[in-house]
């Protein structure tokens, strides 16, 4: 089991930019590790995924682009780099695990952490 800690989070501007980072701890990272958002009112969806091992790449349609998912195997940390951030992108940022990348957005995740704040001002 590996437990995550979201970071990066804050208030900016339209138009500006943010990195997420997940850090996990307790165990390394294995298979896949994505970003999911949840605004207020909104359910929790799915924003990008990147494979632990081959570094292969999924993102959202409403982000691609602007967003882009990283990872650094030395320092057990997944990236989000957020650019060119609109007000649609306010949520609550959080990561997670899947065994696979073409699960990840879609399976059940029972267990979530505290998560980011992102806020994005008109």
């Known amino acids: 089991q590996v437990h995550l800690v979201e970071s990066g989070g804050g208030l900016v501007q339209a138009g500006g930019s943010l990195r997420l980072s997940c850090a996990a701890s307790?165990?390394?990272?294995?298979?896949?590790v994505g970003w999911f958002r949840q605004a207020p009112g909104k359910e929790r969806e799915f924003v990008a995924a990147i494979s632990w091992t081959t570094g292969s790449t999924y993102v959202t349609d409403s982000v691609r682009g602007r967003f882009t998912i990283s990872r650094d195997n030395a320092k057990n940390t997944v990236y989000l780099q957020m650019n060119s951030l609109k007000p649609e992108d306010t949520a609550v940022y959080y990561c997670?695990?899947?065994?696979?990348?073409?699960?990840?957005?879609?399976?059940?995740?029972?267990?979530w952490g505290q998560g980011t704040q992102v806020t994005v001002s008109s």
């Open positions: 997670n695990t899947a065994p696979r990348l073409v699960t990840i957005a879609t399976m059940r995740h029972d267990y």
């Open positions: 307790g165990r390394t990272f294995s298979g896949a």
